[in-house]
């Protein structure tokens, strides 16, 4: 079934036309490989059980890691310093594994195949997981509680149950940047009303991945606090059975595009290009460069990238010699001597993100500090209301909630309002958002550090050297986790939208990769500041440390504020960085209709 190029006059936005099907206009396939059907294909019925599925996959990930730190003390028997490295170590790992999913997905596999193979990566993982603590770990039967600890475990066992979880990092890694991007390429950029619902996708998209920790956070959360592992990790494995199962049932509805072809060889390009022609004469104004000529480049059809000033040594790659011009043929010149301004363009794209992406580092200790320090603060405070035991991770439940409340709030709200100030069909910036974000976070800090310095004079008041649950209500620790809710939307909703928005056309899952490798370094970053700290504050048995095993002899608000500062500092090189970066611009599409 071919595809006509007919020409769009005024926004024709029918589904069919002269009873033909209208195609997309940004090149989607269909699943036989064939120009994507506007009617059949993507839109919000595919876009939906992505969302669906992605809930599914959140609540089977949250459910091994929201309360992962309590079973490598409870069940492992380390010490809570330890536990809180380990967390950190094994959740960077998660999203370090991004990278190889975008790698592999943009090169060779494309999304769909790899979030298919990475979601069963993920199930083999959990079933894994499941039956090692259920056979080895839990020993003896009924231990991993608060009361009752596990005993000791072989080297055998140990390493079973690592490499369970390190499976489990790998699917969940590999699969979170691609399914991202492939949510959003189920719309048509080209077509306004599509392009408006790709905007919408994100805010939704994280909803999602929110709301579907809140089942692991409240009732996995409660089952695990109790000692029942077991269940809690096979209701996990469950959820992520179901969702590799519905994400398969909509191939035929999904869109496609085609691997672009592997990227670093691409970047390099430009590098050796320009290396070898350092010497090379240039026009100041770029007129004579190297392109395609037409309104796409490429055998993909990428859009072009107009050419931008910066990073001047670059263009050289791009200068066509007198060498260049007597051996250059459209279909086989050598792109090791001579690269295209798109493609140079996209060097420069990515060396403008690099600080961006460098400044939210930071902001993703802060978040960090959810699934390690703010459980371990939680579990010291007062846990229970009559006799009703709340789990210390079941507080992050705020979080969530905090997290689709400013979704509503922000998108109904805050951007309409700030749009009428602006006088613009557009309120903040994704570059504006994220610096809001980061604001909160330091609020957050400022909170957490609080709550600390008053749950620590109530214990001192009880008993210093006591190892029971402060007095300090565990509710005293909601404004942090609000404000930490708050904090995600403006930073990693905006995250998504810029590095995915922000990235070229063949790097639109290594820029959903962006923010997962930034919440990545952020949880290295985190375990070597708690060593850091702990290696510089520990004295003696008298004086612990900042994060001893016993909070009520250390001093956590200490470390609360430390990041409090140390974020104040970061937003200021943000602002800096902002203020530098340059917005890509392409070259706008031929405004065609495709109809069979």
């Known amino acids: 079934m071919a595809c006509l190029n007919v020409c769009k006059k005024g926004g024709v936005d029918e589904k069919v036309k002269n009873g033909r099907e209208v195609c997309t206009l940004d ?34 990930f949250f459910g091994v890691g929201v309360n992962l730190v309590l079973f490598l003390t409870r069940v492992v028997g380390q010490d809570n310093a330890e536990a809180a490295n380990n967390v950190s170590k094994w959740t960077g790992t998660v999203y370090l594994f991004s990278l190889v999913g975008a790698f592999l997905s943009e090169t060779y596999l494309g999304r769909y195949k790899t979030c298919a193979v990475f979601q069963a990566i993920f199930v083999l993982g959990l079933v894994s997981l499941s039956l090692c603590s259920y056979i080895f770990l839990i020993k003896p039967s009924g231990c991993g509680s608060d009361q009752v600890h596990c005993g000791s475990h072989s080297g055998f066992h140990l390493a079973l149950f690592y490499l369970s979880i390190y499976l489990v990092a790998l699917g969940n890694g590999g699969y979170q940047p691609n399914i991202a991007t492939f ?49 809690g990790f096979w209701a996990s494995t469950a959820s992520a059975a179901l969702a590799l199962v519905l994400f398969l049932c909509g191939t035929k509805r999904y869109r496609h595009f085609k691997p672009q072809g592997n990227p670093l060889s691409r970047f390099c390009q430009v590098l050796v290009a320009a290396s070898r022609k350092w010497k090379a004469e240039m026009t100041p104004s770029g007129e004579d460069l190297f392109e395609f000529e037409g309104k796409d480049c490429g055998k993909n059809g990428d859009r072009k990238i107009l050419h931008t000033q910066g990073f001047k040594f670059l263009d050289r790659a791009a200068v066509v010699t007198s060498e260049d011009f007597n051996q250059m043929d459209r279909e086989t010149y050598n792109p090791w001597l001579l690269c295209t301004v798109t493609q140079v363009e996209e060097v420069k794209c990515v060396l403008r993100l690099l600080p961006i992406w460098l400044c939210t580092i930071l902001y993703s200790v802060v978040f960090t500090q959810m699934a390690s320090l703010f459980v371990e603060q939680g579990a010291a405070m007062k846990t229970t209301i009559a006799n009703f035991h709340i789990p210390p991770a079941s507080m992050s439940s705020f979080d969530i909630l905090s997290v689709a409340a400013f979704i509503f709030i922000y998108r109904r709200v805050i951007d309409p309002l700030v749009a009428m100030r602006k006088n613009s069909a557009k309120g ?115 004086l612990p440390g900042w994060i001893p095993s016993n909070l009520n002899k250390g001093h956590l608000d200490r470390f609360f504020f430390l990041l409090a500062a140390l974020t104040a500092a970061d937003l200021m090189v943000y602002i800096l960085c902002a203020r530098w970066y340059k917005y890509i611009k392409f070259e706008g599409k031929q405004h065609n209709e495709l109809i069979v």
């Open 428 to 542: 903040f910036t994704e570059l504006q958002r994220m610096g809001v974000g980061l604001v909160i976070a330091i609020l957050a800090m400022i909170a957490a550090g609080t709550v600390e310095s008053f749950r620590l004079r109530h214990a001192t008041m009880e008993c210093t050297n006591c190892e029971g649950s402060s007095s300090l209500s565990i509710f005293w620790q909601i404004p942090q986790y609000v404000l930490i809710g708050a904090s995600e939307v403006f930073m990693y909703v905006g995250q998504l939208e810029f590095f995915n928005g922000q990235a070229p056309d063949g790097l639109k899952s290594f820029g959903s990769a962006l923010c997962m490798t930034s919440i990545s370094l952020g949880n290295y970053v985190s375990s070597l500041l708690v060593t850091i700290v702990m290696k510089i504050s520990t004295r003696s048995d008298d």
């Open 183 to 231: 949510g959003a390429d189920q719309f048509d950029e080209e077509d306004p009303t599509e392009g408006y619902s790709k905007i919408a996708f994100f805010s939704y998209f994280y909803l999602a991945l929110n709301l579907g920790s809140l089942f692991s956070n409240t009732i996995l959360g409660y089952f695990e606090d109790e000692g029942k592992w077991a269940i």
């Open 27 to 60: 090149g989607t396939l269909d699943w036989h490989g064939r120009p994507a059907i506007r009617r059949k294909t993507g839109s919000w019925v595919a876009a939906t059980l992505i969302l669906v599925n992605q809930g599914l996959a959140t609540l089977a």
